[in-house]
């Protein structure tokens, strides 16, 4: 029975400088230790659900919860330029001992008077806490700007429901020469006395500023002022403005 061929195949010849050496074979099985740094456990995709459901519940049955962590916040930087009109200028130097305090410590902005470019420059910075205090001090200066008093304007910084309200005479009424100035003095009336009594009545403050009028109070209060003057504009005699004044401050009384 002739040999099979894999028997009878010549071994190949070694070179000279390789040298076969006999490693001792080790059929012991590799074991995994569970605490070991170097292997890391399959993954796995079942979820491990957490057996324990107990919760802190208070004396009236509601659960109570540990507090949350402060996280720290982004604060970005933002600026406002408020134009001054040139005859404000002097006012606002004036008064400006006034003006920033209200800014830099109840709102914690930063704020400077740029003469050169005439403008009130605020900024935010770190310590600003409140996200409507630039806009709140923007409305401040603006209010100043247009010539209402600091007490008046402060009053921006602290209530949420004031507004500005500004249009010209000529949005009611057509009128030039002696009939404009007519009808700007019907508005302010003797020493003031018509303004005062609407601002009274109302409860809001009116500038009269050439031919544009601005209202500052509350949206309600700032239409009844805005309707009395358009009365006057249009030629109704001051008596009969009064009158509605009347009527609309007792409404007012009873209503709060």
Request: hydrophobic share 40%.
């Amino acid at each position: 029975m002739p040999a099979p061929t894999a028997l009878l195949r010549a071994p190949e010849k070694l070179a000279e400088d390789e040298v076969i050496t006999d490693a001792p074979q080790d059929t012991t099985e590799p074991v995994l230790e569970l605490g070991a740094s170097n292997i890391e456990p399959a993954p796995s995709n079942e979820v491990q659900l957490s057996t324990d459901t107990s919760m802190d519940i208070d004396t009236e049955g509601r659960p109570k919860f540990a507090p949350s962590t402060d996280t720290t916040t982004i604060h970005r930087i933002e600026t406002r330029r408020v134009p001054v009109p040139p005859h404000r200028m002097t006012p606002l130097k004036a008064s400006w001992s006034k003006i920033y305090p209200p800014l830099v410590e109840h709102l914690k902005l930063q704020v400077r008077m740029n003469i050169k470019s005439k403008a009130v420059e605020l900024r935010t910075s770190k310590y600003t806490t409140d996200s409507g205090a630039l806009q709140k001090g923007e409305d401040f200066v603006k209010a100043f700007t247009l010539g209402f008093e600091i007490d008046d304007a402060i009053a921006l910084l602290r209530l949420d429901d004031l507004y500005i309200e500004t249009f010209e005479i000529k949005d009611v009424k057509t009128l030039s020469g002696d009939h404009l100035s007519r009808a700007i003095g019907r508005i302010a009336g003797q020493n003031g006395k018509t303004k005062f009594a609407i601002e009274n009545a109302s409860r809001t403050r009116v500038v009269l500023a050439d031919s544009k009028i601005h209202i500052l109070g509350a949206f309600q209060n700032i239409r009844i002022a805005r309707e009395s003057i358009v009365s006057l504009i249009l030629g109704a005699p001051p008596g009969k403005v009064y009158g509605n004044l009347r009527t609309v401050a007792s409404r007012m009384k009873e209503r709060f």
